[in-house]
Nanobody
């Protein structure tokens, strides 16, 4: 198992930016893909963005053009740069490794980091 710890969340005004970090206890170099997920109150947890070991990325429609996922293998860290934030982006954000088959999360869910977008 790879231990994952999310950080960087907080309170931000609409239109603002926030950068989330996902630090891994071990190397993420050999992991097929990593993803950021979010869960808003009363809603299902869903995929926000994903990045493969080869650098390919994918995004949910509702964050396309606003969010950017990236990774730094030397630091064993995955990032999510969030720009033009909207109140509907408010949620707990989680990171996880993704399996080659169907992109299923492979690690236990951590505590996540709270992102609140409000005036």
């Amino acid at each position: 198992q790879v231990q994952l710890v999310e950080s960087g969340g907080g309170l931000v005004q609409p239109g603002g930016s926030l950068r989330l970090s996902c630090a891994a206890s071990g190397s993420i170099f050999s992991i097929y893909a990593m993803g950021w997920y979010r869960q808003a109150p009363g809603k299902q947890r869903g995929l926000v963005a994903a990045i493969t070991s080869g650098g390919s990325t994918t995004y949910a429609d509702y964050v396309q053009g606003r969010f950017t996922i990236s990774s730094d293998n030397a630091k064993n860290t995955v990032y999510l740069q969030m720009n033009s934030l909207k109140p509907e982006d408010t949620a707990v954000y989680y990171c996880n490794a993704r399996s080659p088959e169907y992109g299923h999360p492979t690690q236990p869910w951590g505590q996540g980091t709270q992102v609140t977008v409000s005036s």
